[in-house]
C-alpha cells in the first residue's frame, strides 16, 4: 500500500454490501452551507471554466489570456464586489483581481497566463454596503431621501475610515463629517450634497478599504495547467528513421534523420516525431506486411520493444548510439524544430524487464506470458504491463524514469502510445510527477478509442489528442465533430492534433490517390486544428495503396514501414511539399490558426464546400478557409459572412486575401461567390483585409 | 456563532490578502487519485444526474423512476462491473443495485423513488477478472487457446469458491476442478470444454461473489430529494378570500371560501392558494389603486403584513378564526383541494416585530426603520427584514416557527412571495428543516426575478418556481422557453409552475379581452407545464382592464383585489369556466401532462400554430396539442409527426382523439392538415389511439 494514502480526496473504497455509518446531516441550528455566518448574503453560484466541479485542470498556455467568469448575486437590490483570487500551487502569494459585472449576474476578469505550471483559482464576493449605497445615492430624487441617504453613507464612510490609515483616514473622516454637516444644515442644496457623496475621488478610496468580513468563498480551488505554447499550436511530421536512408534497401540511421533536418525545417514542421528506436524483439517478430513469418533480413515492427540490447531505455543499434542521438536533438533545436520521442509502454517477449521483473506481467497456468490479445485477435509479438501487479509501484516508478532518461537526453515531447490499454492512475500520476519538475514538457495521447476514454486521457493531463478526424470526410461530419471540440467543457481541456494519415491508417478516402484528397484533407487539417500532423514522407508523395485482407482493403499501408525499410524520394519539391511549406507558413504568421477556439463553420449553399472562420484572440487576425471536399469536380457557392461580425460597415467593400495563391478577392456585402476546381487548387485559405482604401485616405481629399 | 460550524465544507472566509499557506501536493511516491490502491483500474467519468457535482439535490417525485447514469470503463478490453448505492440519509442500510452498459461507455440502473424524503446516492466499479474471461472465452476458437483459458477461468472460479461458502462454494470447486481436467484431456473436445467453461448457471453464481478489492468509488455521494407528486403535478386556483362573499362590498370571510370550495373542486383543481390572511398594517396603507392615500373603508393591500392584532401567526380578524381556517383545510381536503399558503417574509410598520425584535430592522441616523425601496421607488409600507441583523439567528428561528405553525393548522403548501429579496442561506435551511421534518411539505417561489436567481432558489430547495411563461407569448418564445425548461441540468431541480396571469401581472397580451387569447394562454399553461395556475375569478371572467400609469397601461388590473374588495360571478358555467373543467380533467386522466420531461416541440409551417408532443414515462400516454396563437384568424398549417416515433408503422392509420371537443381525426403517414378557427377553440388537445382497428381484428377475420 502507498505512503501517498493522506492524500485520498473523498474516495474510499468499501466492502460490498457495507453497512458504512452514514455522517448523520440533522442540523437544527441556524447556519449556511456556504459561509460560516448566515449574515454573508452573498451567492457565488458558479466559477467558469471548471472540468468536473475541479477534480481536473482547465488547460492553457504562457501568455494566453485566461478569463474567468463567476456567477455572483445576492437578495434583493445591494450590489456585491467580486474578487477572484489566483495563485501558483505550492506559493502562499495570492493575487487578487476585482471581477466586473458584464450582464445576467455574470462577473469577468481576465489575467495573463504566467510561465508552465499548476494554478489554482477561486471567486469571493461579499454584499457591498457602500457600493449598495452608492448605487442607490446615484438614482436618488427627493431633497429629503438625499439627506438620509447622506447621513446613511456617513457611516459606512466612517467604518472605512476605521479600516483605513493615515491619510486615507483623514480624508474619509473628513468627507463623513462634511456629509453630516451638509446633511444637517438646511440651507445646503441637496443637488450639491448628492454631488458631493458621489465624489469619485473618494469613493475611489473607500473601495480600498471594504469591509470583507462577511465574504463568501467559492467552495472549490479549480486548477490550471499552464503549458507552453507548443502544446497550443504545432506542425508535426513524423518519418521512421530506418527509411531515412538514401541507399535504397540500407537501414537508415540517427544520422540520416539529421540529413533530413533541413528538409523538415524548410517545409515549416515545429516537431519531428519517430516512431519507437529501441532494439526491437526477435520473438515472435512480424514480417513485413504484418505476416506472422519473417524472413530473413525483416526488421520487425519499432512497436515491439526490447531486445538484447536492451529496452525502453536503450537505442536500436542500428540507428546508431546516443550520441548520435543527443546530436540529433541538438541539429533539430537549430533549425528549430523539436523532437518529439514515442512512449509505448508494452514489451516483445526478449525485453530484459520479462525477465528481470517477471511480477510485472501476467502469467498463464502453462508458465506463458500472457500476450496482447482481443480474441479472437492475437498479438503474440507484444507482452502488455500488468498494472495489477502485486509490484505496480515498482512497476509505476520504473516506466517514469524511462520518460525521465528521455529528458535527459534533450527530449520535452511524447507521443505516448496507445495510452487507453494503460492503467488510467498510472497516467494521472505519471505525467503530473513529469511535468511538476518538467513543466513543459507535453504528452501526445493516441487515444484512439472510444469517446469517453478519450477525454478522460485529456482531463487526467494528456497535452493534446489524436482525434477522429481521419474518419470525419464530409461537410456534416467536419462541421460537427470540430463544432463539438471548440464547444465548453472539452475546449478548456481537450486539444485535438489533426492527422489525415498515420502509419496505421490510410483512410479510404486517400485510396484512390487523387491529388486533390491529399491536398483537401491536409490543408482541412491544418487550418482547423491548431496542432496538425503528417506521417511522411508518405502522405507528401501520396503513398495510397493500402495492404488487402481477404479480398477488401484494410486501413494498413501496403508494403507498411511499420514492417519493412522503405526509400523515399527527399526532393524539395516532390508532391505535394510545395503546398505543404506555404500552408505551414500561413499557420506561423497568423494567430487565428494557432489556437481552437474563434472557429466558426460558415454557411455556404454547397454540400462539397465547406466553409470556416477562424479568429484570434483578439480579433485582429481573421481567415476564411473554403474546401472543395469534391475531387472530381469544379464546385460553386454563395458563402454567407457578414462584414460586421468582422467591424466592417455594411456597404464597406473588404479585401480577401487568398494565402494559398496571393490572389486578391474584393467582397462586399453579406454573400460571396465561391468557386473553386480541384484540379487546381481544392481550398481558399483568405485573410481577411479589414477595410480597403478609398478616395477619402487619398491625401488632398481633406 | 451558530453550533453549527462543524458542518462547514470546504468554505472558508478569509480576509483580504490573506496569506494563507496552501496544502503542498508534493508527491512523489507512486499514488492514484480515485483509489487508495494503484492497482484499481476502473474509473467513474461521471454520474448523472448532478446539480453542481452534488452542492444541489436532484429532485423526483415518489414512485417516479430515477434513473441513474455513470460513465464507467477501464484501460483495455477488460470488462468492468458496476453498482448504483443510493441510500436514504441517516441511514446505515445501502441498496445496491447493478448497473447495465447500454452503449458509448454509459451505464444505467433505476429504482422507484421512495416515500418523500433526502437520499444519496453514487457508483462503485470494479474491473472483474471472471467477468473480462467470460466475455473474452465466447469469442475463442482455437482449440490450444480454449484449453489454456479454461485454466486460467478455473483459477478465477476458485478464488470465487474462496469468498463462497455452503453449496455454492462446493458447486464452484467442482466446475473448476472439471475445467481443469477438461484442459488436460487432450482427448476433450474443446467446443465441450468452451460450453462448459460458459455454463450460464454456474456463471451467474460466480458473479454473486465478485472479487471487490479494488472497486474505485465515485468521489461524490449526490443528493436527491423525493417529494410527493404534488410538487410535480398540480392545478393551482388563487382567489382573494376577502371577495369571495355573496354581497357585494361585504368583507369575504373564511367561510365564504368554504362556500366555494365545491366549484374550485368542480372546476378540478388540486391546490387553492390565498394570498395573506394576516392583520393588515394600518401605517402608510396603500389605497385603492395602489394610491398613497387611503379613505375610510379602505382594505390595504394583504402583503403588508402585521398591525396591533398580531402578525404571521395571526389571522385578519375580518376573515373569521383559526377555527374557520382549520374547517376550510379540512373541508377541503374532503374535496380534494389542498390550501396552499402565502409566506411574505416582510412587515407593516405597525407589524409587532417592529417593537419586538428591532434589531430585525435596519434603522437609519434619523430614528426610523429603512422601509422597502428601489431608488426612486418607495415601499413605505413594507418594512423588509434585515439579514445582517446580529440576531440573524433569532429571526431565522421565528421565521421557520411561522412556516411550522400554519403547518400545525394543516398546511403543507407554501406559495413565497419575493424570495429573492432575502437571504439565500436562509431559505437552504429553513426548507430544509422543515422537509426533514414533513418531507411533503411544497414550496413554490414567486421568483420574479433574473435567470440565475430564479434558478439558485430551486437549486436550494424550492420544490417549484413561478417561470416567465407569463411573458413568452410567441411560437419562438414559446418554443425556446419550455425546451430550455426541459433540459439537464434545469429539468432535475427546477419546477416550472406556469400562471398566465397574477394579481401582480396582467399581460398585455390579454389586456385586449378576446376569449381566444384567454383560452389559449389557460390551455398552453396547462399542457405546456405540470404544474399550472390561475389568478380567479379574474383569469375565467376576462377581467383585462389595466390600470393606466402616466397615460400608458400597466401590467397591474384596474381595480386590483390587492387594494380593495371585488365581487365576483360564482356560478358554474360563467366564463371560461367549463373550459377550464374541462382541461383540468384531461390532465388528471393523462400521464403525459403530469411531468415536464417528455416533452417535444413538432414542427408546423405556419408560425401563428405551435405544436408539442407530450409522452408519459412508460410512454403509453401522448398527448398531442397545437395552439393557434393568432386570436383572429383561422390558422391552417401541416403538422410533422412520424408515426414510427409513436411505435405506429409507418403506413398504418391512427386516430387522434381531440379531448377538448371528442372529435375523433384518421392520420396517417409523416404530414397531417391542421385547422383552427380561434372564434370556436383555439387548440387541438389530442390523444394518440395507439392502432386503430381494421379487418383483421375482426372475428372471422383468422
Known sequence: MSKGLSFLREAIVGRPNDDVAVDEDRRTAPQALDAPDGRARAVVDAVLPAVDGGRFAVKRVAGECVTIEAHVFTDGHDVPRVMLQWWKEGSTRREELPMKLRNNDEWHASF????????????????????????????????????????????????????????????????AGALEEGA?????????????????????????????????????????????????????????????????????????????????AAMGFDVLYMPPIHPIGRVQRKGRNNTLVTEPGDVGSPWAIGAQEGGHKALLPELGTLEDF?????????????????????????????????????????????????????????????????????????????????????????????????????????????????PDAIFLAEAFTRPKVMHRLAKLGYSQSYTYFTWRNSKEELTRYFTELTEAPGVDYFRPNAWPNTPDILHAALQGGQEAVFKSRLLLAATLSANYGIYGPAYELMEHLPRMSNGTASEEYLDSEKYELRSWDWSGDAGLRPLITRINEIRRSNAALQDNRGLTFLRIDNDHLVAYMKQSEDGANVIVTVVNLDPWNTQTGWLALDPRELGIEEDQPFQMHDLLTDQRFVWRGRHHYIQLDPHRLPAHVMSVRQRLRDERDFDYFQ
Not at 226 to 253: C, I, K, M, N, Q
Not at 329 to 350: H, N, S, Y
Not at 357 to 377: I, L, T
Request: glycine share 4%.
Open 326 to 438: 543527443q546530436a540529433l536533438v541538438a541539429d533539430a533545436l537549430q533549425l528549430g524544430v523539436e523532437l518529439a520521442m514515442d512512449i509505448a509502454f508494452q514489451c516483445a517477449p526478449d525485453h530484459p524487464y520479462v525477465k528481470e521483473h517477471p511480477a510485472w506481467f501476467r502469467w498463464r497456468p502453462d508458465g506463458s506470458v500472457q500476450y496482447a490479445e482481443n480474441p479472437p485477435k492475437k498479438y503474440q509479438d507484444i507482452y502488455p504491463f500488468n498494472f495489477e501487479s502485486e509490484d505496480w509501484q515498482g512497476l509505476w516508478e520504473e516506466l517514469k524514469s524511462v520518460i525521465e532518461f528521455w529528458i535527459a537526453q534533450g527530449v520535452k515531447i511524447f507521443r505516448v502510445d496507445n495510452p487507453h490499454t494503460k492503467s488510467f492512475a498510472f497516467w494521472e500520476w505519471v505525467i503530473g510527477e513529469i511535468k511538476r519538475e518538467h
Open 184 to 264: 444637517a444644515d438646511a440651507q445646503m442644496d441637496t443637488a450639491a450634497l448628492k454631488a458631493m457623496a458621489l465624489d469619485e475621488q473618494r469613493t475611489a478610496t473607500v473601495r480600498r478599504f471594504p469591509d470583507r468580513q462577511l465574504q463568501v468563498r467559492f467552495a472549490a480551488e479549480l486548477p490550471l495547467v499552464v503549458e507552453r505554447l507548443r502544446a497550443r499550436f504545432g506542425s508535426w511530421y513524423e518519418l521512421f528513421p530506418r527509411s531515412a536512408g538514401d541507399a535504397p534497401g540500407a537501414h537508415g540511421t540517427l544520422r540520416d534523420v539529421a540529413q533530413r533536418l533541413p528538409l523538415v
Open 112 to 175: 495573463v497566463a504566467p510561465a508552465p505550471g499548476r494554478y489554482r483559482y477561486t471567486v469571493l464576493a461579499w454584499v457591498d454596503a457602500f457600493e449598495s449605497w452608492h448605487h442607490e445615492m446615484q438614482r436618488r430624487v427627493e431633497p429629503q431621501d438625499i439627506r438620509i441617504a447622506a447621513r446613511v453613507g456617513a457611516q459606512d464612510i466612517r467604518a472605512a475610515a476605521a479600516r483605513a490609515s493615515g491619510s486615507d483616514r483623514d480624508e474619509l473622516t473628513q468627507w
